[in-house]
């Protein structure tokens, strides 16, 4: 039998649940403001920590500063499992696994030092910037993005394997070439110096001494700029193809064409008002 205890406390759930995850009250919306300044402040704070100058003179104001932003933090995440409908699912979730992270570095801090600096992951937050001013149509395209980029995995995967396969021949070759009195002291060092080289990083920390290993890192470079458009090409190919498909989405209820711009209101045959995009009609 529900009492009335249990009434005024689920009522109580669903007010502080509209106020935090909704962003259709005033209330709501000045949670959120309030929010985004919390974690604002709190990752400058961290990243002021970090000088030492500054950490000198006020470095006692800071960790203070620090662990109220933490305690806030902490605060606001057992009540947002508290005012959940379903708090496993939020747990769970991006935000959820986000707002766990931003409190987790300063209770790690007790027991490893430095770990404290980790709170700039805080800055993920921010993210929710997108919900509080209504940027609904950036998180569209932002999905639309990584939808292409999930249709190219498999295809950068293996991309990235071949790169893989052909870091290990250069670096293998380069150490049975220079050897250790050169720096190549074991396989794994010369596979490192292969990255470098490949990725037209070019630390100079390893270089090839020999005219032969010269030879070699001169291929491996010209190798290099010949792959890195590829992994590019191949998610501007998918982004195309996204392009086209989401051309050819649109149905008009009337006459029943598919091909309208993206941006298109009315249908260019007959006139009537079309369908939004899918993604538009669901955050919606």
């Not at 990083?201 to 030879?215: C, E, F, K, R």
């Not at 001169?218 to 193809?241: H, N, R």
Request: proline share 4%; with cysteine; glycine share 6%.
């Amino acid at each position: 039998m529900t009492t009335r205890v249990d009434m005024e406390e689920l009522s109580l759930r669903v007010r502080w649940r509209h106020i935090i995850f909704g962003t259709d009250t005033p209330a709501g919306q000045r949670f959120d403001q309030f929010l985004l300044i919390a974690i604002l402040a709190s990752v400058v704070a961290v990243m002021l920590d970090s000088v030492e100058s500054i950490n000198q003179a006020y470095g006692r104001q800071l960790f203070l500063l620090e662990w109220f932003f933490t305690i806030l933090f902490t605060i606001e995440y057992l009540v947002r499992l508290w005012v959940s409908a379903r708090p496993a699912h939020y747990a769970r979730s991006f935000y959820g696994i986000v707002d766990l992270l931003a409190i987790l570095p300063t209770y790690i801090s007790l027991f490893v030092p430095g770990t404290q600096y980790l709170l700039t992951m805080r800055a993920l937050r921010i993210l929710r910037l997108f919900r509080v001013l209504k940027l609904v149509s950036f998180m569209n395209e932002a999905g639309f993005l990584w939808n292409s980029l999930m249709r190219a995995r498999r295809k950068v995967g293996v991309f990235l394997f071949s790169v893989l396969i052909m870091m290990l021949i250069f670096g293998s070759v380069m150490y049975v070439v220079e050897g250790p009195e050169n720096g190549f002291t074991s396989i794994p060092i010369s596979i490192y110096w292969a990255i470098v080289t490949i990725t037209t990083v070019g630390y100079g920390d390893i270089s090839p001494v020999t005219p032969l290993g010269q030879a070699i890192a001169s291929l491996a470079m010209l190798t290099g700029y010949a792959i890195i458009a590829i992994p590019t090409g191949i998610v501007t190919a998918e982004i195309s193809q996204a392009m086209v498909r989401r051309r050819f989405e649109r149905e008009c209820s009337h006459c029943h064409l598919h091909e309208h711009d993206e941006d298109a209101k009315y249908c260019r045959r007959c006139g009537h008002e079309l369908p939004g995009r899918p993604e538009d009609q669901h955050s919606a």
